[in-house]
């Protein structure tokens, strides 16, 4: 299939990669375990038997009141914690194939909804935020843009950076979060070239 090219001569791209169906059961396994993968699962809480302090009964078995052995069981204010949450890993298993399936899945969806954007290069010789609301004004792009170049330069970061919702990133980077969630995704030619060796 043919990917229109900004400003430049038609790109001819593989079918599976940029033309392939939407699979949309396993981009959302890939996407919330990508997300599960970023927790850090390091909540602790300390239950009864963590706890400092005495072990002694706080008043006698018999005579009125409820019977306890101690002051740390969870009923009472400043006690353990029943079930006490411990640090843990969310992280959950995607095969590499499964993985590369749901990332050709997204790019074959955003190219079908015309919100893939192929340019020739993302070039920026110094920063400049001005600058770089200039050139996303002409590629006609809007909300939440992920720009992904084949080699991101400190130019082109830094230029981003204070634009609201203009991600940059480059193709080792690129994940399931950062397309699903991107209203639009500008790609360079090399990008598009690099992106279609990894997911063939």
Do not use: C
């Amino acid at each position: 299939m043919e990917l229109n090219v900004i400003g430049a001569q038609s790109l001819t791209v593989s079918d599976d990669v940029f033309g392939g169906e939407y699979k949309k059961a396993l981009v959302h396994q890939v996407v919330t375990a990508y997300q599960a993968g970023g927790r850090a699962g390091t909540k602790a809480q300390l239950s009864r038997g963590e706890l400092s302090g005495t072990t002694k009964k706080f008043k006698k078995q018999k005579g009125g009141g409820a019977r306890h052995g101690d002051y740390r069981a969870p009923i009472f204010v400043g006690g353990g914690v029943t079930f006490a949450a411990k640090p843990r890993s969310f992280e959950q298993k995607v095969n590499r194939k499964a993985y590369r399936v749901a990332i050709r899945s997204i790019i074959a969806e955003l190219t079908r909804q015309g919100r893939l954007k192929v340019v020739p290069a993302l070039s920026i010789d110094k920063p400049s935020t001005k600058g770089m609301i200039a050139k996303l004004a002409e590629l006609e792009v809007k909300g939440r843009v992920l720009l992904v170049s084949e080699d991101s330069t400190e130019a082109l970061y830094l230029s981003a950076r204070n634009i609201p919702y203009i991600h940059v990133v480059d193709v080792l980077a690129l994940n399931p979060v950062s397309l699903v969630g991107s209203d639009f995704v500008v790609m360079t030619v090399d990008a598009v070239k690099k992106v279609e060796e990894w997911l063939a």
